[in-house]
């Protein structure tokens, strides 16, 4: 063993202090896996958050019914038309008694005026006494002014129903009765177009063919119709007859 010492600024390759070099070890060939961060929600998973077309409890899809139902959810009891029961937070249905009476007061409004103007006007003539009445008055229906004042007859129901209708759904009869006309699906006052439809059904049967009868039809499809007691005219208009009390 030599006493001599290592050249300056050259440590011997033994030497316990000298710095090692790095690892060049070369890495291996498996794959490595990325770092972990924090689990993150899945887009389309189910968690609380969850997606907009999932069924969390996250408040949910509209379309999957999470949440809140729509207020005319079809998937209620449901109306003769869609949506959900039109009643529901509506008054009561009017009563048949005060719908009749409501009908009378209406016609009357309108009939006592015709009848004196066309007295005045000689739309009929109730001063002939010939013997034979009815034939008297089937030629007098026959005659082209009698059915001119039929037409303005016919004008004048149909234009008072459908303008009190329309305007707050009372006329005088049911402002008289407390009662209105609503729309079935949501309880408003009827457009323009739903007034008219609901007048023409009710009076131009009445006042052109058969008054007796088409009364006696209307009468029995309110008695017998549920839940909603529509008469045909109501139908057509897809109205519903509602108690207006305050």
Same mark, same amino acid.
């Given at each position: 063993m030599s006493n001599e010492p290592p050249p300056p600024g050259e440590p011997p390759e033994n030497d316990p202090f000298r710095k090692q070099p790095p690892d060049s070890t070369p890495p291996s060939d498996g794959p490595q896996q990325?770092?972990?961060?924090? %689990?993150? =929600? *899945?887009?389309? &998973? +189910?968690?609380?958050? &969850?997606? %907009? #077309?999932?069924? &969390?409890q996250g408040g949910g899809s509209p379309y999957d019914g999470g949440g809140q139902p729509p207020p005319y959810d079809a998937g209620g009891s449901g109306g003769p038309y869609g949506g959900a029961d039109p009643l @529901?937070?509506?008054?009561p249905l009017a009563d048949f008694g005060k719908r009749f009476l409501a009908r009378v007061i209406d016609a009357l409004i309108i009939f006592v $005026?015709?009848?004196?103007?066309?007295?005045?006007?000689?739309?009929? =003539?109730v001063t002939t006494d010939d013997g034979d009445d009815w034939d008297s008055f089937t030629n007098q229906v026959n005659t082209g002014r009698q059915w001119l004042w039929s037409?303005?007859?016919?004008v !004048? #129901?149909?234009? #008072? =129903? /459908?303008?009190? /209708? !329309?305007?707050?759904?009372?006329?005088?009869?049911?402002?008289?009765?407390?009662?209105?006309? !609503?729309?079935?699906? *949501?309880? +408003?006052?009827? *457009?323009?177009?739903?007034?008219?439809?609901? @007048?023409?059904?009710?009076?131009?049967p009445a006042l052109?063919?058969?008054?007796?009868?088409?009364?006696?039809?209307?009468?029995? /499809?309110?008695?017998? =119709?549920? $839940?909603y007691k529509q008469g045909l005219h109501d139908k057509a208009g897809k109205t519903v007859v509602v108690s207006a009390a305050q």
């Open positions: 990325p770092p972990q961060g924090p %689990p993150q =929600d *899945d887009p389309y &998973g +189910s968690g609380r958050s &969850g997606s %907009p #077309y999932g069924s &969390g @529901a937070g509506m008054p $005026p015709l009848l004196l103007i066309s007295l005045l006007a000689g739309g009929w =003539d037409l303005i007859s016919l !004048a #129901y149909v234009g #008072y =129903d /459908t303008i009190m /209708t !329309a305007r707050n759904g009372q006329s005088v009869g049911k402002r008289l009765m407390k009662i209105r006309v !609503a729309m079935l699906n *949501d309880g +408003s006052v009827p *457009d323009s177009s739903s007034s008219l439809l609901r @007048a023409v059904v009710l009076w131009v052109v063919c058969c008054f007796c009868l088409w009364w006696i039809v209307i009468i029995i /499809t309110i008695l017998v =119709d549920k $839940p």
